[in-house]
């Protein structure tokens, strides 16, 4: 019981420091060097100690250092007890998704099963979209709550375009739910050891609406609408500054580390390597003994999971920089006239497949 509960606060406080301590700051540091690379311009590279830069990578603990420092401002009429809280209700979700997402399979070490999730639900996937949710109500309760009215405009763009999403994203995964007959995502990460069985291969269309739905979920470029500058100055957190100004943005990295994640398990092998599996490896260390050639095999699975995560993370970056906003019509038109047919035109393909296969 002990031993149990002390990998599960280990595996929590990995996962914690994985997405809250390492890739939500250093994305706000790939956010403006990738930008600057592809522009060719320098990016970030002014702040310093003692002379040193680091290639602008000290620019995080300037950032970090303003936040926290920075006056918290509530405009007068607002909602005082509303405006703090919905950063909170934005970013928990964020994190909150990944208590089902598994980073690596199950390895037996010194006598001790461990299972590389910190809860192995029967509905994992479930979870996700019904945790993930609710990060709508703190985006939409920002601009309410702030008592402007770009706020609001921006808020209610929030809301439509969110929930018309989820209509989609949600369709979008029932053929991988019909291939591997699970909603468990241990159980379709397991499922997909043989490359040929990637979801990928699968499901190429289920993987292309998934992933543009999942970025306008996340409010990304070209499905910014919500906080388009140069037409709602901000949008919902217009009125936002200091730390919940931060927690808005920390929400929206941790975002895409969730959705890198969903997508690497869904359709890209999970944590395995092509053309070689999991008793291959192990087989390969077999002479330093079971357990110690167990544990080598988890270390490089968990790194090749977060290898295909931030190459994920990579290509949201590269979209970011690339593609032009889409008028708010032309993203409800996507959503509504496009990928929802269209999900629902590949579940009737994968079924109809499913049953001439069988």
Known sequence: MWIDLA???????????????????????VERKQSAIMQDRIGANRADIMGFTALGLFHIMADGLKMFTKEDFIPQG?????????????????????????????????????????????????????IASIATYGYVV???????NWSLLGSMRTASQMISYEVAMGLTIVGVLMVYG?????????????????????QPLGFLMFFAASIAENKRVPFDAPEAESELVAGYFTEYSGLKFGMFFMAEFIEM???????????FGAWHIPFLSTATLISMFDFLGDSFANL??????????FG?????????????????????????????????????????????????LN
């Open 7 to 29: 990998i599960t606060l280990v595996k929590i406080f990995f996962i914690l420091a994985v997405t809250v301590g390492f890739f939500a700051p250093i994305l706000t540091w």
């Open 142 to 148: 920002a601009g309410w709550s702030s008592n402007n």
């Open 257 to 267: 580390v969730t959705i890198g994640a969903i997508v690497t398990i869904l359709f």
């Open 78 to 130: 607002a909602n005082r007890l509303l405006h703090t809280l919905s950063p909170i209700i934005a970013l928990i979700p964020a994190i909150l998704t990944f208590a089902v997402v598994p980073f690596g399979g199950k390895y037996t070490m010194w006598g001790q099963e461990v299972n590389l999730v910190i809860s192995d639900l029967d509905v994992g996937l479930l979870f996700v979209f019904a």
């Open 182 to 202: 699970s909603m468990q995502l241990t159980v379709i990460g397991a499922a997909q050891e043989d490359f040929w069985r990637w979801g990928f291969f699968m």
């Open 308 to 356: 295909k995560v931030t190459f994920f993370i990579f290509v949201q970056m590269i979209i970011r920089w690339t593609l032009p906003r889409f008028r708010y019509d032309q993203i409800m038109k996507l959503g509504w006239k496009i990928l929802l047919p269209l999900s629902l035109a590949n579940i009737v393909v994968t079924g109809i497949v499913i049953l001439a």
């Open 296 to 305: 080598i095999v988890m270390l490089i699975h968990v790194g090749v999971f």
